[in-house]
Each structure stands twice: as C-alpha cells, then as structure tokens.
C-alpha cells in the first residue's frame, strides 16, 4: 500500500488531500508544519510526500533540501501558490520532483501521485506530450517537430491540464476553476475563446492534435492514430 506524508498547515486543505488519499485506498498521514513534516519524513517509511511550500517554521524549500542533503530520496510533490511561477524553479533545484499549483482537481493529484510512484523520484518531469506535441514545463512552450511556439499563461495551464489527464473529458468548470481560480468571474465563453487561441497554434505549429468538444461536458484532447 503507498503511504503517503502530507505537509500542508491549512487545515481544511490537509483535509481534503487526506480524504482524496485515503479514497483510494492509500495510507495518508497529515502534518501542519515543516519542522514536523521534516521529522517524519526522516523515518523514511513514506513513499511520496505532498509538501506545501507557505509553512510554518521551515518552508517546503527547505524541509525538501534538508531532505535530500540527508540522502533521503522520497519523491517530493511540491504544492505552490497560483501566482509563484518562479517557485517551480526554485522547488526543483532544491530536488523536488514535481510541483502542483494550488487549486488543484483531485484526478490531476492522483495523476501525479501515480507518476511519481511510479519514478521513485529519480527523473524530474520536464515535458509531457500528446500526439506529436511537446509542452515544456520550464519554457512554457510547446512544440510540434521542429516548429515551437511560446504560450501565455492561461493557454500554458489549460493546456497542461489537458495534456496531464490525457484519458479524460475535462469539464469546463474545472478548466474555470483550475486555471482562473475560484474567486474568478471568468465565463465559458472565456474558456472557449482560450480554446480557439490554441487550436490556431496547433494549427500553426502543424501537429495533428486537435481538441475535442464534448457538447455540454468539456474538452479532451485528440490524435489520429
Ligand atoms: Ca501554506
């Protein structure tokens, strides 16, 4: 059974990752301070480690550093705010293995729970692909042979969602929520217009991937086989 250390000092966020965890038949335990959270992952007996990096009396930077330094190599999940793009950068040069931004859906969490069970922590995610698409995680561009292109914010995070739940049709309330956030007046229409700004680039860039509309569900991603 994967056990899993969640460090994370809100407490109705440590919360709901623990009931997720637990949901599927996972062993989750919760702290709600980096000092604590750095002394349980010492024993060693967890196999992921879901650290929020805002935390009281060591910071996730430092509890993942320490870590490492100690040859502890649990894989780390990193948890960031929205808008502490750089944090990403700096989570993984402190050896974390992956980092999500806070708000996130629950099939992208386990996604990267499967994935980073599944790596032990020995390679940083760097790229995900689709069809013939490369999205770049740390030059948040996206490529198709030899052709690239840069992409704003809002299509980079909409088009990571996409591409990290390959499998499924991701409702437009969750592209809202994840992408916009919760306290955003953001519509559908918004999504939809985020949707046409990447099938022109998809286009441009000359990959066969399209994206689909599910009426009244959502959007999923497409490739001739
Ligand atoms: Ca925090």
């Known amino acids: 059974m994967l056990r899993v250390l969640i460090v994370e000092d809100e407490v109705r966020l440590a919360e709901a990752l623990g009931q997720i965890i637990t949901e599927q038949k996972y062993q989750a335990e919760v702290v709600y301070d980096g000092e604590t959270g750095l002394d349980?992952?010492?024993?060693?007996?967890?196999?992921?480690?879901?650290?929020?990096?805002?935390?009281?009396?060591?910071?996730?930077?430092?509890?993942?550093?320490?870590?490492?330094?100690?040859?502890?190599?649990?894989?780390?999940?990193l948890l960031t705010a929205r808008d502490e793009v750089s944090d990403k950068v700096r989570g993984l040069d402190c050896g974390a293995d992956d980092y999500m931004t806070k708000p996130f859906a629950p099939e992208e969490l386990l996604a990267r729970l499967r994935a980073l069970s599944r790596r032990q922590g020995d390679v940083v995610l760097e790229e995900l692909t689709f069809g013939d698409l490369k999205l770049n995680l740390s030059a948040y561009s996206l490529s198709?042979?030899?052709?690239?292109?840069?992409?704003?914010?809002?299509?980079?995070?909409?088009?990571?969602?996409?591409?990290?739940?390959?499998?499924?049709?991701?409702?437009k309330e969750s592209i809202l929520?994840?992408?916009?956030?919760?306290?955003?007046?953001?519509?559908?229409?918004?999504?939809?217009?985020?949707?046409?700004?990447?099938?022109?680039?998809?286009?441009?860039?000359?990959?066969?991937?399209?994206?689909?509309?599910?009426?009244?569900?959502?959007?999923?991603?497409?490739?001739?086989?």
């Not at 198709?144 to 088009?159: A, D, M, N, Q, W």
């Not at 519509?187 to 009244?216: P, Q, W």
């Open 40 to 77: 349980y992952a010492r024993s060693g007996q967890y196999d992921l480690i879901i650290l929020d990096v805002m935390l009281p009396k060591r910071n996730g930077f430092e509890v993942v550093r320490k870590l490492r330094e100690e040859k502890i190599a649990t894989p780390v999940l």
């Open 144 to 171: 198709c042979g030899t052709r690239s292109v840069h992409l704003g914010y809002k299509e980079f995070e909409i088009l990571r969602l996409l591409m990290s739940n390959p499998q499924m049709v991701m409702p």
């Open 177 to 225: 929520t994840r992408v916009w956030g919760t306290e955003s007046d953001a519509e559908d229409n918004n999504v939809e217009a985020y949707m046409s700004f990447l099938r022109k680039k998809f286009h441009y860039l000359g990959s066969k991937v399209t994206i689909g509309t599910v009426r009244k569900v959502g959007y999923r991603l497409e490739a001739p086989l």
